[in-house]
């Protein structure tokens, strides 16, 4: 009789335990802000070079709420065929544009070389007014000038890709 009587509340017990250790608890939940994601391609004129480009790019980067930003990209010209690698510091969403800047961890591209203080912008589709398609802009380098400071700069259209943000 004592085995039955007692079998329900260790049950209970053991259940309670198990609920209160994998509920995460509201204090510790972290404050996420705004968020931006894409790949795709896009087609570039040069200015320095005045030829045509092809580039492949893909970016994920994420804020909290007090703008602390982390986050990765990478753009491959495809047509001269170098790579430029981004740790992302830096993330702004305003009406439906991400602007983005970081510095450059990797690079064979000479125009933008490790360590350079970069900037791009990207716009959702979904959330634009302006334009209605999902658009990105190449890297640019800005030294001193961070996504707070910056308005996007050239809008090319995403091809083959896709662009999601978050506010």
Do not use: Y
């Not at 968020?35 to 004129?45: E, K, T, V, Y």
């Not at 360590?115 to 802009?137: C, G, K, M, N």
């Amino acid at each position: 009789m004592t085995r039955r009587s007692t079998f329900p509340p260790l049950v209970v017990l053991i259940l309670s335990v198990i609920v209160a250790t994998t509920s995460t608890p509201a204090a510790i939940v972290p404050a996420h802000g705004p968020s931006a994601s894409g790949s795709g391609l896009f087609r570039f004129i040069n200015p320095l070079t005045v030829r045509g480009e092809m580039w492949r790019f893909t970016f994920e980067a994420f804020a909290n709420k007090n703008d602390h930003a982390r986050g990765r990209a990478q753009f491959d010209n495809l047509t001269a065929q170098t790579q430029v690698v981004v740790r992302i510091n830096c993330l702004r969403v305003d009406s439906g544009f991400a602007i983005m800047s970081g510095i450059v961890l990797h690079s064979d591209d000479p125009n933008l070389p490790k360590l350079a203080e970069v900037l791009f912008a990207a716009s959702d589709a979904e959330l634009a007014t302006f334009p209605r398609f999902d658009s990105i802009t190449p890297l640019f380098s800005f030294p001193g000038l961070g996504c707070q400071d910056a308005q996007p700069l050239t809008i090319l259209p995403v091809q083959d890709g896709d662009i999601q943000i978050e506010p």
